[in-house]
């Protein structure tokens, strides 16, 4: 696993995220899916990559994604047309939890596996 395309993937996903939450609300992409499991999904592969390219820093990576999901949901009272919720920073928390969950246990996983 390339490790450097990992973290530039990382930052890449918080700028888009950023954007599509605080930029104007045409650039939301729309899907079938309930905006709710989409916040939860977005914020699961930010933890996710970020917990794949930082897995010996766990800590701050949980801090940024939940930093994040906080920072987000605030910022968004300074745009027009945009609003925050504490149902939408629940999702947020619960999918970048979930997903750094998920990227610690398959580093974890890799790291056992190289080993052997």
């Keep these: 696993m390339n490790s450097q395309l990992i973290r530039i993937g990382a930052w890449l996903l918080l700028v888009a995220i950023l954007v599509v939450t605080l930029g104007p609300i045409g650039l939301r992409p729309v899907s079938a899916a309930p905006v709710q499991l989409e916040r939860l999904l977005a914020f699961g592969l930010l933890g996710l990559t970020f917990a794949l390219a930082y897995p010996r820093h766990l800590l701050l990576v949980a801090l940024l994604t939940f930093g994040a999901a906080l920072a987000l949901e605030v910022f968004q009272y300074a745009v027009p047309g945009r609003h925050a919720r504490a149902s ?7 999918g970048g939890g979930l997903g750094i969950a998920t990227g610690w246990a398959f580093a974890r996983f890799i790291s ?5």
Excluded: T
Aim: hydrophobic residues 60%; without cysteine.
């Design 88 to 94: 939408d920073f629940v999702a947020k928390i619960v």
């Design 112 to 116: 056992l596996r190289d080993k052997l």
